[in-house]
């Protein structure tokens, strides 16, 4: 994804973990942004490679965010 338009501000920072495995980042590592909508448009950071682009992960990423232990399929 190459859009730069995207209100970035630290997702992985604030984050910390990945979207859609759940595994923290290290420092200094790559990661991709992600948006989804869950009523209102999120953005999520995860590795080069995962995807919340699935209506199940999209409901694990949102249960992530919320900090409820997933229960990713
Ligand atoms: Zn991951």
New binding site residues.
């Given amino acids: 994804m190459t859009d730069d338009r995207k209100p970035v501000g630290g997702a992985a920072d604030r984050q910390r973990t990945?979207a859609?495995?759940?595994?923290e980042f290290r420092p200094g590592e790559r990661t991709e942004l992600e948006a989804f909508s869950d009523g209102e448009v999120r953005y999520v950071a995860?590795?080069p490679g995962?995807t919340t682009h699935s209506p199940t992960r999209e409901r694990a990423a949102a249960r992530r965010l919320k900090g409820i232990p997933g229960q990713a399929a």
């Fill in positions: 990945c859609m495995c759940g595994a995860v590795h995962h």
